[in-house]
């Protein structure tokens, strides 16, 4: 063996008993993910108000960990418009963005992605797509939202900080709304906004009936459920459109 081949040979063979030793060290886990105190499912379905024709799906996944924090996966299916979303986002137990990552496509292919991250009161903004990339840092409230239009996502800015005893509550949000095409990057906005409590409500939809919390932002009204904030039904009051839960399944740990 030439001292070349030798200098080569005697760190691999190195590696591979290191790497052999910390797999002999290692207990596989045989019970439920210690990262995931419980796990949710659901479907919902996007229709018009007037005759229940269909428009689109959105299928999500929800893990709440151990620490209260949660992260959801979603996608939107909007066959009606030709676009596709899907997205991720990690809250912290009070429901304030941490990580968010949304890619979207529309009628004329890929429009791009964005990944919004904060860091104490700073968000960054990083987007990349077939229109080139862009970054943007912004100074923000601590009661800050990220709102990606995925509608169960979105549902959970609602809760940044106190309503007023008069049942509103001011509220600021971070907008992300690729325009329907693909020639400018994923971009997003800051914007004010003013959300009213309207009362808790019994809501049947395909999926069950539920004790929920009614909501109005703006033309939008919004019936939330559970601590996880599941999104029930949402209809959009001057306009023919409506979302309803037709799924909620909760996933039990494998033993």
């Keep these: ?89 990690h809250v912290d137990p009070d429901f304030r963005p941490v990580d968010v990552h949304a890619s979207y496509w529309v009628a004329d292919g890929y429009r791009g992605s964005i990944r919004v991250s904060l860091d104490g009161d700073a968000l960054r903004a990083v987007s990349e797509g077939p229109a080139g990339s862009s970054e943007n840092v912004l100074e923000v409230p601590h009661e800050i939202s990220v709102v990606t239009h995925g509608e169960s996502m979105n549902g959970w800015y609602l809760w940044q900080g106190d309503r007023g005893p008069d049942g509103f509550h001011e509220a600021t949000y971070f907008n992300l709304n690729p325009a329907p095409d693909s020639q400018t990057p994923v971009a997003g906005r800051l914007h004010p906004a003013e959300f009213q409590y309207l009362g808790t409500e019994i809501v049947t939809v395909p999926a069950g009936t539920f004790q929920t919390e009614r909501y109005l932002l703006n033309a939008i009204e919004i019936w939330i459920a559970s601590e996880d904030r599941i999104l029930v039904k949402q209809t959009i009051v001057d306009e023919d459109k409506e979302y309803v839960l037709t799924r909620l399944e909760r996933i039990e740990a494998e033993d």
């Design 1 to 89: 063996m030439t001292d070349r081949t030798t200098a080569v040979a005697v760190p691999l063979l190195v590696s591979i008993c290191m790497m052999a030793t910390l797999q002999a060290q290692t207990v596989e886990n045989t019970g439920p993910n210690a990262n995931v105190s419980r796990e949710l499912s659901g479907t919902l379905r996007l229709q018009t108000k007037s005759d229940k024709r269909y428009r689109g799906v959105e299928e999500w996944r929800l893990f709440v960990h151990p620490d209260g924090s949660r992260t959801i996966m979603l996608s939107k299916d909007f066959v009606a418009v030709n676009a596709l979303q899907i997205m991720t986002a």
